[in-house]
């Protein structure tokens, strides 16, 4: 349900979390790979649409570039990563940095395979939750908005046992990361599963190397809900990464949405306190299964269920060889030779440095769209 007069003049990354569900963000393979859902809220739990001028998404922070850009935080003018861009740079980190490069450039063929991935995910979203919009004009606004849904869906989660785009944030390695949980529910035998849908263009299950990004994309989820519930995620650090205003006032419609909900609250701060209080005294407890659900986009066929074995250990490790890239350690590396066949579906064959032997990433960038097949 939306409110009359909702134009926001916040952009998109303003609010901490993609208006678009983490698992809409996807690299895929062969034009079969995609998914999406919406921003997930649920009645009591709105949601926030922030585009910036002509339908782009821009950034809202004073971020005058300083004089030696020494690290891709920097110089993409970031303060915070997305789980997707870890498990993208999985994929190949060389193609995710010129996504980064390029913001928006997209083939019109991936864009049709994300939207269709997106209708799904909204889909299945409606059938647990009513869709709310609070107009917002600030980022403390939109991460407002964020922890209504966690303070809404907490609850939900304990009476009704499942809940769907749940938002999740931790500190890891130094940085903050941000995601989107497509689903969490209770099993029959009282454990607690996360659920992460992916669709396919095709009706065959994705190769080894999908897999395995798939499989890491959803260990960092475990791995930031974990540290949520057990109270290893601190106001502290949060306002420290994305340097937001807890004594700033909320606006407005956030206040009588809040208000909706039970809750009297005036500024951020005032809401964080309720939703780290919430996340303490819920006894919400870890992650026990992690699954994902592959099905075919056009039939909505079920095609296969991967479980995932969580290795902390693995998962760290891999996150530190990452965050060396963000953190400008390192140069960002395409892929192994045995699985150059990445290279078919690319988005930027034309300027990729390591496709031309340089394994330097270019700092003009000119692609040009792939031609429909």
Known sequence: MSEPGEEETAPAEASGFSDLSD???????ELEDSQGSSASVSKSGPSCELPGKGGKAVSLQNCEKPPAVSSPMQRFHLQYLYVTDLSTQDWCELQMAYGKELPGFVTPEKAAVLDTGASIHLARELELHDLVTVPITT???????????????????QSEGRIREFPVFAEVEGMLLVGVIDELHYTAKGELELAELKTRRRPVLPPEAQKKKDCFQVSLYKYIFDAMVQGKVTPASLIHHTKLCPDKPLGPSVQRQARQGGFTVKSLGDLMELVFLSLTLSDLPAIDILKIEYIHQE??????????????NEVRGRVQHYMAYWRGHREPQGVDIEEAWKCRTCSYPDICSWKKGSGVLSSSLEPQAKKAR
Do not use: C, H, Q, Y
């Open 299 to 312: 039939t909505a066929s079920l095609l296969g269920t991967e479980i995932v074995a969580f290795e902390e």
């Open 23 to 29: 698992s809409e963000l996807v690299e895929f393979l």
């Open 139 to 157: 980022r403390e606004d939109a991460w407002a908005v964020k922890f209504l849904n966690i303070l809404s869906m907490i609850p939900t989660l």
